[in-house]
C-alpha cells in the first residue's frame, strides 16, 4: 500500500523558515502530484500548495512547495513563520489505482 | 462562492450503518471538472480518504474501506452520500466532504460533522 510519511513535529521562531517532509513508501513521489493542507484547531483543512508547487490564491508567498526525487519526498516551506502558521499539515498525492492518500501529518509550533 | 455542509445522525449504534449526506451549493454537482469525496477523521488522528464520486455515479473507494462503503449522488438534489457499514468504535471521527479534483486535490471542505459510534 502506498503511504506517504511526516516528521511528528517541528518548531521554531516566529520569522524564522521551517521544511516539512513527506516521504512516499513506493514509486516515484514525482509520478503524481502532490498538495499540502493546513488545519488549524477545530477546522477543516485547507489548501497551501496544489500540483506540487503552486499557491491556491489568498495563499501567502512565504509557503512554497516543491519536490525531491533523489529521496522520493516532497517538502512544504514555510519562511517567516508567523504565530498563525501553528497548525497541522497534511500532505497528499494518489497512486496508479486511483488511491488517494493523505501524510501522516506534522503539527507545526511557533515557539 | 462553493460551500458543502455535511448532514445526518452524530450518533450510531455499533454494528449499525453510518448514513452522511453532503449538500452542495454555489455551484453544480454536475460539473465535468471535479469529483466529489468523503474525507473522515479520528479524534485526534490524521485525515483517511474514504472514496469519491463522479456525477455519473462512477466511484473509486479506499481499499480498506471498500467492502463496507456505498456513495452515491443525486445530481436533482445536488446532494451525494456516504452509507458505512457494520460501525464500530475505530470508525468515530469527523466525516468531511469535499470537491475533488483529481489532480490537484481536495478543495474546498465542508465543516465536517462529528460521528460517534456507541455500543
Known amino acids: 500500500n502506498f503511504m506517504l510519511t511526516q516528521p511528528h513535529s517541528v518548531s521554531e521562531s516566529p520569522e524564522k523558515t521551517v521544511t516539512i517532509s513527506c516521504t512516499g513508501s513506493s514509486g516515484s513521489i514525482a509520478s503524481n502530484y502532490v498538495q499540502w493542507y493546513q488545519q488549524r484547531p477545530g477546522s477543516a483543512p485547507s489548501t497551501v500548495i496544489y500540483e506540487d508547487n503552486q499557491r491556491p490564491s489568498g495563499v501567502p508567498d512565504r509557503f512554497s512547495g516543491s519536490i525531491d526525487s533523489s529521496s522520493n519526498s516532497a517538502s512544504l516551506t514555510i519562511s517567516g513563520l508567523k504565530t498563525e502558521d501553528e497548525a497541522d499539515y497534511y500532505c497528499?498525492?494518489?497512486?496508479?489505482?486511483?488511491?488517494?492518500?493523505f501524510g501522516t501529518g506534522t503539527k507545526v509550533t511557533v515557539l | 462562492q462553493l460551500q458543502l455542509q455535511e448532514s445526518g445522525p452524530g450518533l450510531v449504534k455499533s454494528s449499525e450503518t453510518l448514513s452522511l449526506t453532503c449538500t452542495v451549493s454555489?455551484?453544480?454537482?454536475?460539473?465535468?471538472?471535479?469529483?466529489w469525496g468523503w474525507i473522515r477523521q479520528p479524534p485526534g488522528k490524521g485525515l483517511e480518504w474514504i472514496g469519491t464520486i463522479y456525477y455519473s455515479g462512477a466511484t473509486y473507494f479506499n481499499p480498506s474501506l471498500m467492502s463496507r462503503v456505498t456513495i452515491s449522488v443525486d445530481t436533482s438534489k445536488n446532494q451525494f452520500s456516504l452509507k458505512l457499514s457494520s460501525v464500530t468504535a475505530a470508525d468515530t471521527a469527523v466525516y468531511y466532504c469535499a470537491r475533488h479534483n483529481i489532480l490537484r486535490g481536495f478543495d474546498p471542505w465542508g465543516q465536517g460533522t462529528l460521528v460517534t459510534v456507541s455500543s
Open positions: 497528499q498525492s494518489y497512486d496508479s489505482s486511483n488511491n488517494y492518500v
Open positions: 454555489g455551484g453544480s454537482i454536475s460539473s465535468s471538472s471535479y469529483y
